[in-house]
């Protein structure tokens, strides 16, 4: 079966018991046993639960993996992958990725041992040049967060296989249907599914994705050790979000299409955008060999600094001002300020998360009046550039 079937039914087949079209929620903690020691398959539900591995089974299938793991948050994903290192281990890490992945390594993980460096790995040499003798991961994300950067994930692939090294991806930005790094090389796939998998913003969680049964079982019992699972009801939303994927991906990629050649076009009030599929991006050729569609979330620099993307983001009506992504409706932020925060301030500068930098996460709505927000947006923020 090919994607759009897949979204729609695995994980989602009748329940066996009832013939019921959508499966129960199974909210039970715990399972009856027969006798000690025989269950049904399930005992406890940290350790196991009915509705979150249908969810596994449903986003290991979409990305094109063998096995996945369901989390409480995307973070809780990403913990559970960087707890396969140990003191003394390495990682690189690529320049451009979520505030909250550089935090968890920084305050978190350098505690305990673990060092990384940072490399602008648009250049397969670069990365090569940061490997030692310890190191033992490579973290990226393509497209990146929140400069949007394309990184060639099979060339990572293989530099990283030439080294015996575990390459992460976080795969979030583009979802399953648009990418799977696990077809490109990639050993495992982390995700956020509060965002484009469960699409609706009213969730929170993450999963795991692999094809190695080694690897697997070592992150399976870390979510198990370290409890860090998602309840029965928000794996229930994020399989519901799973069902429409390709309709909504389709439609958040028109969408912000239009809204970057908007952006592009108004070269009075904006110095730069970043998407994937803009045409005059210098990552354009690679992302249309590495991604079937450009996706929802772009960035762009507004001219007038703070005081201008400031009023941007109030001005906009059809855009909500807030964190996170990836749901049906549209969503503006400050990076500097919001998600990348956490940054000391000469890390943001020298990644290039500057005061005039504004990150969109186009929706689903009307296509006008998403373009048509934008553009006001602008005029109110910058009203004598013409």
């Known amino acids: 079966m090919r994607f759009d079937t897949r979204a729609v039914h695995v994980g989602n087949e009748a329940d066996e018991l009832t013939g019921a079209v959508t499966p129960p929620i199974y909210t039970s903690s715990t399972f009856a046993q027969a006798k000690i020691g025989e269950t049904k398959g399930y ?3 940290r350790s196991g639960n009915p509705t979150r591995q249908r969810l596994e089974r ?5 990305e094109g993996g063998k096995l996945g793991l369901a989390f409480a948050s ?6 559970a992958v960087a707890g396969l290192l140990r003191s003394g281990d390495h990682v690189i890490i690529c320049n451009d990725v979520y505030g909250g992945t550089f935090r968890l390594f920084n305050q978190v993980f350098r505690n305990f041992g673990v060092s990384f460096d940072r490399v602008d790995a648009r250049s397969p040499e670069n990365l090569e040049r940061a490997i030692k003798p310890n190191t ?12 949007m950067l394309v990184l060639d994930i ?7 296989k030439a080294h015996g090294l575990t390459l992460t991806v976080d795969n979030t930005f583009a979802s399953p249907c648009l990418q799977n790094p696990l077809k490109l090389g990639a050993t495992v796939v982390v995700h956020s599914t509060t965002k484009y998998i469960g699409g609706h913003s009213d969730l929170v969680g993450g999963a795991v994705v692999t094809s190695s049964q080694a690897l697997y079982e070592k992150v399976k019992f870390l979510q198990n050790a370290t409890g860090s699972v998602p309840g029965p009801f928000d794996c229930y939303l994020a399989l519901r979000g799973l069902r429409t994927i390709h309709l909504r991906m389709e439609r958040h990629s028109k969408n912000a299409a239009a809204v970057a050649d908007a952006l592009s ?27 079937s569609a450009g996706g929802g979330m772009m960035a762009f620099r507004i001219k007038g600094g703070y005081k201008a993307a400031s009023k941007f983001l109030e001005t906009l009506k059809v855009f909500t001002l807030g964190e996170s992504l990836g749901g049906v409706e549209s969503l503006a932020e400050h990076p500097a300020r919001m998600t990348h925060a956490s940054l000391p301030p000469e890390e943001r500068k020298r990644l290039g998360i500057t005061d005039d930098l504004i990150r969109l996460s186009v929706g689903v709505e009307d296509t006008t009046d998403i373009v048509d927000d934008v553009k006001g947006a602008l005029k109110a923020a910058l009203p004598r550039h013409s």
Request: hydrophobic letters at 40%; zero cysteines.
């Open 43 to 45: 005992e406890y539900s």
């Open 58 to 62: 449903a986003v290991a299938d979409l």
């Open 74 to 79: 995307g973070l809780a994903a990403e913990t």
């Open 136 to 147: 033992k991961m490579v973290w990226m994300e393509s497209p990146t967060n929140p400069l």
């Open 154 to 160: 099979k060339e990572i692939a293989k530099v990283s």
């Open 265 to 291: 076009n108004d070269t009075a009030r904006v110095d730069e955008v970043y998407y994937p599929f803009l045409r005059r991006s210098p990552s354009y050729k690679l992302a249309r060999r590495q991604m």
